[in-house]
């Protein structure tokens, strides 16, 4: 009975590892500066901004290779950190010289979080891989030098991998069951 309760621990602590993945990236440039985040996505530094593909450069295909649930990212410069601004979004769609997180697709604002230089975006509907979307950070003076950050993606496995996940660990409780029977 014991192991059985072992197994049960082992499939919960491995499906809640499941549940959620953080995938991060970070970077420096000076204003101009660009690179790429770990789903190939672009980002660029303005005089006073960062963005994914940067303030008033358009939209992007979600490239992630399950949904997003959330954006964190952090920023500081020569100076260290660099505020951001915090003027409210007018809505989704638009050029506009605001922090926002645009899902295209269901036509919503992430919500958003920002204490300093660290902003958290927490999804209303997920972004899932194909939808056109666009993160826009504006800070509240100019960048100094080099912009740093670090920044995180976090998803949801496909239903496939936590599908399989599942089987195995149903197969691994059953083996067990049957041993102890024995």
């Known amino acids: 009975m014991k192991r059985f309760c072992n197994l049960a621990v082992l ?3 491995l499906s809640a590892m499941l549940t959620a993945y953080p995938t ?11 690179g790429v985040d770990p789903f190939g996505h672009a980002w660029e530094v303005k005089t006073s901004s960062w963005g994914i593909p940067g303030l008033g450069e358009g939209v992007l295909a979600f490239g992630g290779p399950d949904s997003a649930l959330d954006f964190h990212a952090t920023f500081w410069d020569d100076h260290g950190p660099i505020a951001i601004l915090t003027t409210p979004a007018s809505g989704p769609f638009g050029f506009e010289v605001t922090t926002r997180f645009s899902n295209l697709a269901d036509g919503a604002l992430w919500t958003r979080v920002i204490a300093g230089n660290h902003v958290d975006f927490f999804a209303g509907p997920s ?4 939808e056109n979307f666009f993160v826009n950070i504006v800070f509240a003076r100019d960048i100094v030098g080099d912009l740093r950050f670090e920044a995180a993606w976090t998803g949801v496995p496909e239903p496939s991998s936590v599908g399989l996940m599942s089987l195995g660990v149903a197969g691994l409780i059953a083996a067990a069951r049957r041993r102890m029977s024995r």
């Not at 991060?24 to 660009?34: D, E, L, M, N, T």
């Not at 972004?127 to 194909?130: F, P, R």
Request: glycine share 34%; hydrophobic share 45%.
């Open 11 to 13: 499939a919960l602590a």
């Open 24 to 34: 991060g990236f970070g970077g420096a440039a000076p204003v101009g500066g660009s």
């Open 127 to 130: 972004l899932e891989n194909g």
